[in-house]
């Protein structure tokens, strides 16, 4: 992948907790404690998140994740089910992160241990363009492939720290309805529907 192929980055996220990123930015898992944001993280995903250190950098849990493909596994799975459409967000956040300090790409899912982690600018050149952002990751009869594309599709821009709220360009949701009411109701949010990043 090429840094052109990149146009945005993918933060997910309650809506209950856009007032406060735009207002403070996008947090890491540590930074953020302190504001008690709504999680819809799976706890024991967390668990082995806490666990993992970047190579040469800090705890998993001290950096931001941004996908490069919010469309993904974890994204199903939250969404999935009983689930409400209308308290997930995905933030849209400028690629103009990849210019800062010490950030990490991870080519998969950053908790898996078949992942590598390499700078961030010269490691989209590791990244499969057409894998990552793949209609679907399913290969029938297949699980080995299966699990591999799952994680390859979750490969995450680490950003130590913080975001800035102004590198956030946008929000996407599932429905013409929930952007209206985001919208109207969140300072600054700029809501847009897309059914397809919401597997509608």
Partial sequence: MERADLTEL?????????????????????RAK????????????????SE????????????VNLYLNARNPMLYRITEGARNFADIC??????????????VLAD??????????RPALSGLSAIERKRVFARYWTHHGDPLAEAEHKRVMC???????????????GVYVASNEVAASISANVANA???ATKYLFFR
């Fill in 190 to 192: 700029r809501a847009t």
């Fill in 10 to 30: 993918h933060y997910i996220c309650h809506a209950d907790n856009l007032p406060s990123i735009l207002a403070n930015g996008i947090l890491s898992h540590q």
């Fill in 90 to 103: 995905v933030l849209s956040v400028s690629t103009s992160v990849l210019d800062l300090t010490d950030v």
């Fill in 155 to 169: 490969a995450e821009i680490l950003v130590p720290g913080a975001v800035d709220a102004a590198m956030i360009k």
């Fill in 34 to 49: 302190r504001h008690r944001p709504t999680s819809i993280a799976d706890e024991d995903v967390q668990a082995r998140r």
């Fill in 52 to 63: 993992k250190s970047v190579p040469r950098g800090q705890p998993l849990h001290n950096y």
């Fill in 108 to 117: 998969g899912n950053a908790a898996s241990a078949a992942t590598a982690f």
